[in-house]
């Protein structure tokens, strides 16, 4: 690829100021990645929109645009929504239950309380029941709060059209959505006591973390040893991490880490990343767990991925 059609970094370096385009760009990739994201729940197909949208940025006349981050919105969320078709057909062929690839973050996104729930992995779970247009609407609306008239021209529906879709996207993510407002240092609690008991392997230590109900899921993609089908309750769940623990026994490791905004676990064995467990916490409980194993889908804990909007 030539040097003028890479894709800038979030930021730039060098005593020499950056032609307006690539400034305009940088402004805002943190943005877009995250829409792209958030539309996709795929890390690498996000940054492979995002450069797709650098190209086409790099093509036109800054003169015309009136509002540079409405546009690149725009085209993020075309090619996001174009995207899509294709990891629709992956999703049709895909080994076991199919998980968001999970994102290291800063400490600092958790004071975006918005920003943070709507990466949530619970959230994007929620995201992938919606139809693709319904799913580009609610994320630029109710996430990035941008107008019907902008959404309407990025998804190729008249403004009237966008409210309705706005409406029942809403309708539905409500339905679906975690109920409670949990405090970061509930969750914090809640967690440790849950890396503590899986540690000890201790069911009862176990049980006392995990709400009646709790799901969990995990997701290998045929490459890692994982469970076909959602395991629901504690019991059935707690039977499942300490069996997971005798079998990797003493080779085990975890680190709290914040993934996806919320803190979560990164276990590794020998050192090297074996897995990124994401919890959701209600009442104190852990209610709901997301355990990524595919190993294609754990580029994002390589660093720290900024978000933003």
Known sequence: MAEQDA???????????????????????????????????????????????????????????????????????????????????????????WLPEPLLTAPDVADDVELTDSISMAMLLVLETLPPTERAVFVLREVFELEYDEIAEAVGKSPAAVRQIAHRARAHVAARRPRDVVSPAETRAALQAFQRAVETGDLQSLLDILAPDVVALSDGGGLKQAVRRPVVGARKVARLLAAGLDLVGAQISLEPVRINGAPGLVLRLDGEIDGVMAVRVEGGLVTGLYFMRNPEKLSGMAREVAVGR
């Open 7 to 97: 894709a800038p970094g979030a930021g730039v370096s060098g005593a020499a100021r950056p032609d307006p385009a690539t400034e305009a760009f940088v402004a805002h990739r943190n943005l877009l990645f995250t829409v792209a994201y958030e539309m996709l729940g795929s890390v690498a197909d996000a940054e492979d929109v995002v450069q797709e949208t650098w190209l086409r940025w790099t093509e036109i006349d800054l003169d015309t645009v009136r509002d540079r981050r409405a546009y690149l919105v725009r085209v993020t969320t075309r090619q996001a929504l174009t995207r899509m078709r294709t990891l629709r057909r992956r999703k049709e062929t895909y080994v076991g239950p």
